[in-house]
């Protein structure tokens, strides 16, 4: 059914890179196998899934949208596609997404834009756009994505779909190729809330490939899938409902907040002062991280490799045929604010201010148990609209801070404004997944 529809809507939607039916059918039929030897199938069994073209796939092309990995082949596959496999998964293809994961619409890919499933003009959201578009049109039933800075929130949010960043640390970033290391974490979308707790189920968990991984219980989060938020204490940051945030937008949040009331959660306003300097701290931190981990495309390795007079001028054509403008810009970025005489002024300072972010959540995490703010400004909006690269990073104000602090939070449908979706973010504690899960549920 998934590939019927992929032949129909596929060339209006381009949601893939890399389509991998072949693999498909022979999983779904060891999944048939095992049916006929009676033995036990696994959560995912048979269900077809994409998977965002930055996470590695043994034999599988993992281009990062790039074309500096146009015709790049992992010899391995990540961890979260070894437990997806060992939960009899079915995988689809590679979803595309903006270069390296840098943007938030997918038009930044190396290979071309993908569109919203809501309204073909819309971008579907990025950086996984490709993962939000292939399940909003029905191209797969759940996929993964990425989020640095809201990559797997903010699609959701635009193409009506639950979308859940969990804690950094709580899935394994082995085989995700790194873009700002401190910061990404990968995680599910899916078109509902019992989808995304069977993912991530699938998905979480300590391994001893990633340094940063979480050696914790991962608890089921099928568990929290119940209908009570009784006595949920629920905060509303006022930072996120001032300028910048469509009125319809926050409208549409309130309504959700007061059906939270209705149900008995107890709702109050609090603060997170330092939330205006989080997109700038972060514009620095990302790009300086990127620009470290981006040292190794040089065409020595792997990747594309431009023909050079020498050495260096063999490096400089690589990097200059193989990266698009935005990863340039991030890596000039990045470089700048990492270079001596600069490093104080801005890295560390932006280091410094991470901090304090993560202080406005540590304090209102005392008072309350989850956060609900916007997850995007907007809705989708049209392919082209946002030239500036500045606007574009102004999309990221409401889910960066939560990248900063390293905590979970979940973005669902709460409704429409003009006809398209809008998403609500719900943030927890850290290892509070369950908890938001339960929100999300509840409201569902
Ligand atoms: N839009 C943000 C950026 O461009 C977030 C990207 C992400 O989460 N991967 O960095």
Not at 342 to 358: F, I, Q, W
Not at 387 to 395: E, V, W
Request: negative net charge.
């Amino acid at each position: 059914a998934v590939f019927a529809r992929t032949d129909a809507v596929e060339p209006k939607i381009h949601s893939y890179i890399t389509e991998t039916r072949e693999q498909a059918l022979a999983q779904a039929a060891a999944v048939d196998a095992k049916i006929a030897r009676g033995e036990r199938i696994a959560s995912l069994a048979g269900i077809p899934g994409a998977l965002k073209d930055n996470i590695c796939t043994k034999g599988v092309k993992t281009t990062c949208a790039s074309k500096i990995l146009a015709n790049f082949v992992p010899p391995y596959d990540a961890t979260v596609v070894d437990k997806l496999a060992a939960q009899d998964a079915v995988i689809t293809g590679k979803a595309n997404c903006d270069e390296f994961a840098m943007g938030g619409s997918t038009e930044n890919s190396g290979f071309f834009v993908t569109r919203n499933p809501w309204d073909t003009d819309r971008v579907p959201g990025g950086s996984s756009g490709g993962s939000a578009s292939s399940v909003a049109a029905g191209q797969a039933i759940w996929a993964l994505g990425s989020d640095t800075g809201g990559s797997i929130r903010q699609p959701a949010a635009y193409c009506g779909l639950v979308g859940l960043k969990p804690t950094y640390g709580r899935v394994s970033r082995y085989g995700l190729v790194a873009y700002a290391s401190s910061l990404d974490q990968i995680g599910p979308i899916t078109r509902d809330v019992t989808d995304c707790a069977i993912v991530l189920n699938a998905i979480a968990g300590h391994d001893a490939k990633d340094s940063t991984s979480i050696n914790a219980p991962v608890p089921d989060y099928t568990q929290a899938l119940v209908n009570d938020v009784k006595g949920l204490k629920i905060g509303l940051p006022k930072e996120y409902f001032g300028a910048g945030i469509q009125p319809e937008v926050a409208d549409a949040i309130k309504q959700a907040v007061n059906r939270f009331s209705a149900m008995g959660a107890e709702v109050r306003e609090v603060s997170l002062p330092h939330t205006q300097y989080a997109l700038p701290a972060y514009y620095l931190i990302a790009p300086a991280e990127a620009s470290s981990n981006l040292a190794r495309y040089d065409g020595v390795g792997f990747g594309h490799r431009a023909a050079g007079s020498d050495i260096i001028d063999m490096y400089k054509k690589t990097r200059s045929e193989g990266f698009g403008d935005e990863v340039k810009r991030r890596i000039m970025l990045g470089t700048y604010a990492l270079s001596s005489g600069y490093y104080d002024a801005y890295y560390l300072k932006a280091l410094k201010v991470r901090t304090l972010v993560k202080q406005d959540f540590d304090q209102a995490f005392a008072e309350v148990d989850v956060l609900i703010t916007p997850t995007a400004p907007t809705t989708a909006f049209k392919i082209g609209e946002l030239s500036d690269p500045l606007a574009m990073y102004l999309q990221d104000i409401c889910t960066i801070p939560i990248n900063l602090a390293g905590l979970p939070g979940v973005s669902l449908p709460c409704g429409f404004a003009h006809g398209l979706p809008v998403g609500m973010q719900i943030i927890g504690k850290p290892l509070a997944e369950a908890t938001i899960i339960q929100a999300a549920y509840a409201f569902e």
